[in-house]
């Protein structure tokens, strides 16, 4: 009787032990391990929303100034030939409108995701369509595809996937 009421009272001080740590471990933000993996996957969104809005916004403000120093194409080896169908007499306003539009505005909106505001996976998600319907018009504007609109296209794409991730994992 008596080594029954031992080990009674050894697995009450052991259930007792196991509840504290639990306690303790919800006190001091440890997560279980569902939580972790969440928020292991948001951390690696926001990285890679970080590195896509930096190589658009780098680029486009990069071509963009050059297309508004340079209207005629040279700095950047662009023909005229490329504006044959378009409105457009000379690369100035798609400067303009590549330097604001995909590289300042890809600044901004990082900059609301590193502050963590709650609307930057929204704006993420715009930049991605922004950076894609800049690309189709390009492509019908010109009426040719090269390497860059895939590559740009690419990344407009991943940036509408990345931002609405985003949404998914800042709501639960």
């Not at 007792?16 to 001091?28: A, D, E, H, P, T």
Request: aromatic content about 10%; charged content about 10%; glycine content about 8%.
């Amino acid at each position: 009787m008596k080594k029954l009421r031992n080990s009674a009272e050894h697995l009450s001080e052991t259930n007792n032990g196991n509840r504290k740590q639990r306690n303790n471990n919800l006190k001091s933000g440890f997560k279980p391990d569902a939580s972790n993996n969440q928020i292991t996957m948001k951390t690696f969104i926001t990285i890679a929303a970080t590195l896509l809005l930096i190589f658009n916004g780098v680029g486009a403000l990069y071509g963009g100034l050059n297309l508004i120093t340079h209207p005629d194409g040279s700095s950047m080896q662009m023909s005229m030939d490329f504006l044959k169908h378009t409105p457009f007499q000379n690369y100035l306003i798609p400067g303009i409108i590549l330097f604001i539009v995909n590289g300042l505005f890809s600044f901004i909106f990082l900059t609301a995701l590193i502050f963590r505001l709650w609307y930057a996976a929204w704006l993420v998600l715009a930049q991605g369509i922004i950076l894609s319907g800049w690309i189709c018009i390009q492509i019908v504007l010109i009426q040719t595809i090269h390497l860059l609109h895939i590559i740009m296209g690419s990344v407009g794409i991943a940036l509408i996937v990345v931002g609405w991730l985003l949404k998914k994992y800042s709501h639960g």
